[in-house]
Nanobody
């Protein structure tokens, strides 16, 4: 079983930055593809970005491209989400997710991931 725990959320003004962390345990982290999703009030959970275990390739949703950066530190079993130029519409609960390493063409879908963290709240004030 894999446990994921997010941290680093909080309240920030528009234009500011936050860095979220997701610590993983229970399985070989280096062989898992990792992703970030978010869910705003009244909306469905949406894909933010992903980083592969093989080569560390990243892919982002258009809404965050150029502002958010995902990275991973396999030695620390941690994946990060650096968020810059934050906007009020970025307000959401942010979730970390992991798969079993097989990868999926549908990496942007919730169903592609097997493990989820409880989430961390990010609030961006205008």
């Amino acid at each position: 079983q894999v446990q994921l725990v997010e941290s680093g959320g909080g309240l920030v003004q528009a234009g500011g930055s936050l860095r979220l962390s997701c610590a993983a345990s229970g399985r070989t982290f280096s062989s898992m593809n990792m992703a970030w999703f978010r869910q705003a009030p009244g909306k469905e959970r949406e894909f933010v970005g992903t980083v592969t275990w093989r080569g560390g390739s990243t892919t982002y949703a258009d809404s965050v491209k150029g502002r958010f950066t995902i990275s991973r530190n396999n030695a620390k079993n941690t994946v990060y989400l650096q968020m810059n130029s934050l906007k009020p519409e970025d307000t959401a609960i942010y979730y970390c997710a992991a798969d079993r390493g097989l990868g999926s063409t549908y990496y942007y879908r919730r169903s592609a991931y097997d493990y989820w963290g409880p989430g961390t709240q990010v609030t961006v004030s205008s």
